[in-house]
């Protein structure tokens, strides 16, 4: 029996999108390959609210996070750290030779503008990394009040991981001056995973230019040359192009504001059974994510039991990440997902519960 998937990524993927992965193959240097390349970046840019390019990579997000590094990362990197996710890019950062610092803060707890400014007014970084929305704990930190920040540096290259954020909620990359956003699109784009999308600001391709080691498989210089014939340096994983563009249809039929009302409808939907079934929210109040709620475990249940018992009935349900599992759990409502689908869970849930107590 398949799982209906309410853990935060992979996520439900519409049968549209199944289907569109079983078109036919073309080859990736035949004109065919070209439109699809052109009208898959160029309506991502429009959804990403930028004209920077934007890059398919085949690779998981973590790809192009090391890639990131490896390009963007000159003298030394700020590392703002608040989860799983973000305490990983920094070890990458590590991993690959680089002067880096993580700037942490206690798991539920957003990056901050204040830590960011001070960190940055030391003058000992040329680039800094940051997690939008970090998967691990369910926190969303303020990115536009910290890109004000990013403003008074200028010299210092933004780089933001939005893999479980993008399309859900506004985020406009070039107003924001972001240099390189990062997302890959088993989480909020509801796609199978293996495909990452990447933008790069001129400052960064100019930064790429001038890196040693930074590589082939990941090289931004490489990536902007192909993409001006609408092509990849390798082979790119078509199938999941084909996929993204049908949902880049679904996305835009749907209407980029009512996608974001939806996220917050079921984000507050969700928020409200937490709270309303004596559990508590996990994150700061004001900083939960729009797309998947990590709760507290406030009741004490036995969350390995209800993952199991929700599995026999026909849900993949998600008992916490990293050194918080056990202790919370996570309910993504991401991708496709709708109330009905929510109620379905929620029902489960209820019925369950008593049973473990
Ligand atoms: C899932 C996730 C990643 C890791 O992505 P992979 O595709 O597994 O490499 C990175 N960042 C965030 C915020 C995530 O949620």
């Known amino acids: 029996m398949h799982k209906k998937l309410f853990i935060p990524g992979p996520v439900e993927i519409h049968p549209d999108i199944l289907s569109a992965m079983a078109t036919p193959m073309i080859g990736h240097r035949m004109k065919e390959y070209a439109e699809l390349h052109g009208r898959v970046t160029s309506r991502l840019q429009k959804l990403m609210l930028t004209d920077d390019p934007v890059f398919l990579a085949t690779s998981s997000a973590f790809g192009v996070m090391e890639g990131a590094i490896r390009n963007l990362v000159g003298t030394r990197c700020a590392n703002f750290c608040n989860g799983a996710f973000s305490d990983k890019w920094h070890d990458v950062t590590l991993r690959c030779g680089k002067q880096a610092d993580a700037i942490r803060f206690d798991w539920g707890r957003p990056v901050t503008p ?4 001070t960190a940055l007014a030391t003058g000992r970084y040329d680039s800094m990394t940051m997690i939008h929305n970090e998967t691990s704990t369910g926190v969303m930190s303020p990115l536009a009040e910290i890109a004000e920040v990013m403003k008074k540096f200028p010299e210092v290259m933004f780089i933001v991981d939005t893999v479980s954020s993008m399309s859900a909620l506004r985020i406009p990359v070039a107003e924001l001056g972001i240099d390189s956003c990062i997302f890959g699109v088993q989480k909020a784009f509801a796609l199978p995973p293996g495909l990452t999308i990447f933008s790069a600001s001129e400052k960064a391709l100019k930064r790429a230019e001038t890196m040693a080691g930074r590589g082939y498989y990941f090289d931004y210089v490489e990536f902007a040359v192909n993409d001006a014939k609408h092509n990849t340096p390798s082979t790119p994983c078509i199938s999941q192009i084909y996929a993204m563009d049908t949902q880049l249809d679904r996305i835009f039929a749907e209407g980029l504001e009512n996608r974001w ?3 917050l409808d079921l984000a507050e939907y969700i928020r409200n ?4 079934h004596g559990f508590e929210l996990f994150p700061e109040p004001s900083y939960c994510s729009q797309t998947l709620t990590c709760s507290r475990n406030s009741r004490g ?3 390995e039991g209800l993952k199991k018992k929700l599995a026999d009935v ?3 349900f998600d008992d916490g990440y990293g050194k918080i599992k056990g202790h919370t759990f996570r309910i993504a409502h991401m991708g496709d997902m709708t109330r009905a689908d929510l109620d379905g869970l929620l029902n489960a849930i209820t ?3 008593p049973e473990l107590a």
């Open 273 to 276: 059974w937490v709270t309303s």
């Open 261 to 263: 009302a939806r996220h």
């Open 114 to 117: 204040d830590a960011v400014e």
């Open 351 to 353: 019925t369950i519960m």
């Open 314 to 316: 026909g849900f993949a």
């Open 301 to 303: 249940i036995d969350l």
